[in-house]
């Protein structure tokens, strides 16, 4: 059992480029997350998505796009990348246990912008 | 913005000493969990606590809800090296959204 998966694990971009980073999750969970983590500091939520066909703008959504097609992949789409967004994301799959939500991490993508 | 501070930040200690992690709202949080991330790789969830004022052990680690389901607290009866690692609260607000701390780096020296 794979879990969340992150591609790639490092890149990185000139100022404007575009890039997408992938996550994929194999255990059939509907809620799916993205964060930001910069170096020392806590995770900060992008965006998130319920399930399939539904997303939702977290704390710090700008310059950021998501599509959730399906229960399995939550891309996370950078338009024209800023060195602001020079950071380590994080994928992240929950389910319910009826009293909270469960979360599970990718390893991260690690995303310098020069 | 639901937001999470904990304290402290950082911590070094010797191995063999007790620590206490705080991790404090004014907002109130469906429940709360706690994360250790080591570097590189992701948080690795350690418990989830539901029910204010409820306790949960976990070997040498104890956590702790507020009553008010605002804050918690973590404890690690005599550490060792292998507890060093970065560690996040999270509470889970409204529309399933988690909210993390800023995080507390724990470093256990032999």
């Known amino acids: 059992n794979a879990g969340v998966t992150q591609t790639p694990k490092f890149r990185i971009l000139k100022i404007g480029q575009s890039m997408t980073l992938q996550c994929t999750q194999d255990m059939n969970h509907n809620y799916m997350y993205w964060y930001r983590q910069d170096p020392g500091m806590g995770l900060k939520l992008i965006y998130y998505?319920?399930?399939?066909?539904?997303?939702d703008k977290g704390e710090v959504p700008n310059g950021y796009n998501v599509s959730r097609s399906t229960t399995e992949d939550f891309p996370l789409r950078l338009e024209l990348a800023a060195p602001s967004q020079t950071s380590v994301y994080f994928c992240?799959?929950?389910?319910?246990?009826?009293?909270?939500?469960?979360?599970?991490f990718g390893a991260g993508t690690r995303l310098s912008v020069l | 913005t639901q937001l999470l501070e904990q304290s402290p930040q950082f911590l070094s200690i010797q191995e063999g000493e007790n620590l206490t992690v705080y991790c404090n709202s004014s907002?109130?949080?469906?429940?709360l969990q706690w994360y250790r991330q080591e570097p590189g790789e992701g948080p690795v969830l350690l418990v989830t606590?539901?029910?204010?004022?409820e306790v949960k052990k976990l070997k040498r680690l104890t956590f702790q809800f507020g009553d008010a389901r605002k804050d918690s607290s973590l404890h690690i009866t005599a550490a060792q090296p292998g507890d060093t690692g970065l560690y996040l609260c999270?509470?889970?607000?409204?529309?399933?959204?988690?909210?993390f701390g800023t995080g507390t780096s724990l470093t256990v020296i032999p």
């Open positions: 999270a509470g889970e607000g409204t529309g399933n959204q988690f909210y």
């Open positions: 606590v539901v029910t204010g004022g």
């Open positions: 907002s109130v949080f469906s429940s």
């Open positions: 992240a799959s929950s389910y319910g246990t009826g009293w909270a939500n469960i979360q599970y």
């Open positions: 998505s319920v399930g399939a066909g539904i997303t």
